[in-house]
């Protein structure tokens, strides 16, 4: 039969356990989580804010074109600010529309970023200049998750230039929601609506609109 003793000496080496065990496993992770957390917080806050307001050496608003245009594009680029799950529900997306100038030696510039709701009402210009684009630069476009009225058929029309010939830009728009506990991302890449070319003429520029399929 134990003794008082026997139990209270069990009592103190289960409380001493409990107290290691807090010390040694519990406080460290509490700390590890909050270190992550501060990480985190610090690398969101440093990192660049593109809006169209806010640009660098490599993205440059322009007041009047660096050269005569010899290439370009309209491009028309899907958006989804919502789709739908469940029993229909609309589920709203962050959507952000990424121009990416992959010529590693010219400039492009960016002449027209528009974005339009699904029933191909224009809501907004996001571009109050021409932006210009270096060799390899990018820029995007957001379209904040609480903003809803592009629903699920918006779209970009998005227009370039060159003043040489240039590869094509990578033009994308990517959709994500992380506010659940399982989160959501896709991306929907540009479709040519037209071409603008030289035909040869300096002082005058044709366009061509993509044939369908192409």
Same mark, same amino acid.
């Given at each position: ?86 029993? /229909? ?12 100038? *992959?010529? !590693?030696?010219?400039? =492009? #510039?960016? $002449? ?37 009225? /592009? ?12 003043? *040489?010939? !240039?590869?094509?830009? =990578? #033009?994308? $728009? ?41």
């Amino acid at each position: 039969m134990p003794t008082p003793f026997s139990e209270e000496r069990a009592e103190q080496i289960s409380r001493h356990l409990k107290l290691l065990t807090f010390l040694f496993v519990i406080v460290p992770i509490v700390l590890l989580v909050v270190f992550i957390e501060f990480r985190f917080r610090s690398i969101e806050e440093n990192l660049p804010n593109h809006t169209p307001s806010v640009r660098d050496e490599a993205r440059r608003e322009l007041d009047t074109m660096p050269w005569h245009p010899v290439t370009g594009q309209r491009l028309y680029v899907p958006a989804y600010s919502h789709v739908y799950h469940q029993k /229909g529900e609309p589920y709203l997306l962050t959507v952000t529309l990424n121009v990416r100038n *992959t010529d !590693v030696d010219n400039e =492009i #510039v960016v $002449t027209s970023v528009r974005y339009f709701d699904t029933s191909g009402k224009e809501l907004r210009s996001l571009l109050q200049k021409p932006l210009q684009l270096a060799p390899l630069a990018a820029t995007e476009f957001v379209i904040e998750r609480d903003d809803k009225f /592009g629903g699920s058929g918006a779209s970009f029309i998005v227009e370039w230039k060159a003043g *040489t010939e !240039v590869n094509q830009p =990578i #033009v994308e $728009t990517v959709m994500v929601d992380t506010s659940n506990t399982q989160g959501i991302s896709f991306t929907a890449s540009a479709v040519p609506i037209r071409e603008t070319v030289s035909d040869g003429d300096s002082s005058i520029i044709s366009e061509n609109v993509a044939p369908a399929g192409d």
